[in-house]
């Protein structure tokens, strides 16, 4: 039996993340766990690029046209979508997670999934840096861990 896991080694690989300014109380507190995780799986920091877009209905296009660009090995989405503040929440949660999925589908490069979708600000909070982790730090570990596992599989090759 041969069994085959993605390294958690972030050494030369290039990652691009794409983050929602739409609630950037809560994202920019993911950005910097995404950072952060990154860092220290070893990712160079001149190898992250940021992509700032108005809201999360805006990351699909822009993680489609990143990952046929050839410019990064992974890519981390990065949003929040409140309940409380939108009555099109269920719209944008079903456009942005199909969006990101289709992607990652017909793409060559993985991409992690980054969207909190909460029912208040207080539960996006939680969840980008507060007392249930930070989506952000999930998403580094996530995208090293998935580009080597292809490569080891040489699934794209
Ligand atoms: N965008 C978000 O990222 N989170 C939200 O909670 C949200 N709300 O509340 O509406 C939101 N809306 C903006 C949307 O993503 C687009 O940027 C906008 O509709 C323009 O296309």
């Known amino acids: ?20 300014k739409f609630n950037e109380l809560v994202t920019r507190k993911l950005l910097d766990g995404a950072k952060q995780g990154l860092e220290q799986l070893g990712v160079e920091a001149n190898n992250i690029i940021v992509y700032w877009v ?23 989405s990065l949003g929040a979508i409140i309940r409380g503040e939108t009555s099109h929440y269920d719209y944008v949660c079903n456009e942005v997670s199909s969006g990101i999925s289709q992607v990652s589908l017909n793409n ?3 991409v992690m999934f980054g969207i909190l979708t909460t029912d208040s600000m207080n539960q996006a909070l939680d969840r980008a840096g507060g007392k249930s982790g930070n989506k952000g730090i999930e998403c580094a570990s996530g995208v090293i861990e998935m580009i080597n596992l292809e490569n080891e599989l040489k699934l794209n090759k």
């Open 1 to 20: 039996m041969r069994e085959a896991y993605g390294k958690l080694n972030g050494k030369g690989k290039k990652i691009g993340i794409v983050v929602a």
């Open 54 to 76: 108005p809201g999360a209905f805006e990351i699909p296009r822009v993680v489609k046209l990143l990952s046929n660009s050839g410019k990064v090995d992974g890519i981390i």
């Open 108 to 110: 060559k490069v993985p």
